[in-house]
């Protein structure tokens, strides 16, 4: 089982308290672990992305956690844009970065060991684009154009899937497992919603045949 934690109110020089919700998995952490991920930004930084990705995949950190758990790790490790204070920060909002996940998941099939950002960004077809410029979301249904790149493209229409889960998550929770009572008792997903995920993704120059059924 992946750590959850929760943040205390009180800080204390700029640093908040952490309590772990598990136990069991605190005591699989290392020290180059904790290392490895403070002061790092792999949201904003490629260079630290990149870093990060190697060092977990090559089992060099989290050498307690099993394969498929790393690639948890790693697949949200991807959407944490901001400066890694502590490892403890890291995991603090695990589970609701895996919600968001699960609704950027319905736009493409993520492959193994790839995260979710990675493989939406490879499905970019620079669809609905104007050359040398870069669509960006203002409102729900309108948009305005600036100067910019194919990469920054790519990265702002990724960026702008991430804000609508962020908006719309409750409406979007993951499909039901057969034959598990618990997941079948969760709310499904709202088609509107969904098709709103697929329109912007569209509108954003991403296709895959996923985004096209929704």
């Not at 109110?9 to 490895?36: C, F, H, M, Y």
């Not at 995949?57 to 400066?83: C, K, N, W």
């Not at 077809?125 to 410029?133: F, I, P, S």
């Not at 600036?146 to 998550?169: H, Q």
Request: aromatic share 8%; with cysteine.
């Amino acid at each position: 089982m992946l750590p959850t934690i929760r943040r205390s109110s009180r800080k204390k020089q700029g640093q908040g308290r952490l309590e772990w919700r598990d136990e069991q998995a605190l005591t699989r952490l290392d020290q180059p672990t904790v290392k490895a991920l403070e002061l790092r930004a792999p949201g904003a930084s490629t260079a630290d992305a990149q870093f990060l990705r190697n060092q977990i995949r090559g089992g060099a950190i989290f050498t307690a956690f099993t394969d498929h758990e790393r690639d948890q790790i790693l697949d949200r490790l991807s959407m944490v844009d901001g400066l890694i204070l502590t490892l403890f920060s890291f995991f603090k909002d695990l589970n609701y970065l895996q919600l968001l996940i699960d609704c950027l998941k319905r736009s493409a099939n993520v492959p193994k060991r790839k995260s979710v950002c990675e493989t939406i960004q490879s499905k970019y077809t620079g669809a609905n684009q104007r050359e040398g410029q870069v669509k960006i979301q203002v409102t729900e249904e309108t948009f305005m154009y600036k100067s910019g790149t194919d990469a920054a493209r790519v990265d702002l229409g990724c960026r702008s899937l991430i804000a609508l889960a962020m908006r719309y998550y409750p409406y979007m929770p993951r499909d039901p497992i057969r034959g598990d009572a618990v997941r079948k008792a969760t709310t499904k997903a709202d088609q509107t919603i969904l098709r709103r995920l697929a329109d912007l993704a569209y509108q954003q120059g991403f296709e895959t045949p996923q985004i096209h059924t929704l």
